[in-house]
């Protein structure tokens, strides 16, 4: 089989942001130049926003989390964004953390059996303290406008998911973070609410004119920035 491409011109997206699922823990395993170039290839498609890692170690003193030290991958990961040219906005996923602060909390493994609203408060408090200190640590690397990326797809018929999704938005505006999920419910239901790139995936948005203005209507007012899965 061949394939023709024949060459294009992008649209103009206005303020519009493009974000790419971008597998950018493959960049840990290339040159520079070998990483750099899929960058620019990124950017060359009109993207700007990409996940970053979190990859780092917790700093624990007297029970509480004090700093964050970001691996050489992460960091490294967010000088090629920067050289590479891309403006963000940047995903972090700390989906690990609570299992993380539970253990330098000294708790038993089961603390965590439960759904999220039935967690130990110290391991919530313990979450917040970290993601304060890796805001720190991403921010002084000229990140200015990093985000959260909260667990993925929350709906009432995933057991657990809606008590986890408010326990990451909590846990995201007491740390100062802005937040990233996808999520297809509109506020003002719970599953929608809080977030700041609410991502819509499904028809709602394009089969449906009038759904689709009732979503983004819905979504704005709230505060947030409407994206969508495609």
């Avoid at 299992?99 to 391991?123: F, K």
């Avoid at 002084?140 to 990093?146: E, I, K, Q």
């Amino acid at each position: 089989m061949q394939v023709r491409v024949y060459p294009f011109a992008l649209a103009d997206l206005g303020g519009r942001i493009m974000h790419l699922y971008a597998d950018s823990g493959r960049w840990s395993r290339m040159t520079d130049e070998q990483a750099l170039a899929e960058i620019a290839d990124i950017r060359d498609h009109g993207y700007e926003s990409v996940p970053l890692s979190a990859g780092g170690e917790m700093v624990f003193e007297d029970g509480h989390c004090t700093q964050y030290r970001l691996s050489e991958d992460s960091r490294r990961m967010i000088r090629l964004v920067q050289q590479g040219g891309l403006r963000g906005p940047f995903g972090f996923w700390t989906g690990r953390f609570p299992e993380t602060v539970r253990a330098q909390l000294g708790l038993p493994e089961d603390a965590l059996a439960g759904t999220a609203d039935t967690w130990p408060e110290a391991v919530t408090q313990g979450v917040i303290e970290a993601q304060r200190a890796l805001l720190a640590a991403v921010t002084a690397l000229g990140v200015t406008d990093p985000f959260i990326i909260a667990i993925d797809e929350p709906g009432y018929w995933k057991a657990g998911s809606p008590e986890r999704y408010a326990w990451d938005m909590r846990v995201a505006r007491e740390s100062g973070w802005d937040t990233y999920c996808t999520t297809s419910t509109p506020p003002p239901d719970p599953l929608g609410m809080f977030v700041t790139y609410h991502c819509y995936g499904g028809g709602q948005i394009y089969l449906d004119r009038t759904r689709a203005e009732q979503v983004a209507a819905a979504t704005r007012a709230a505060g947030q920035q409407l994206w969508y899965y495609c």
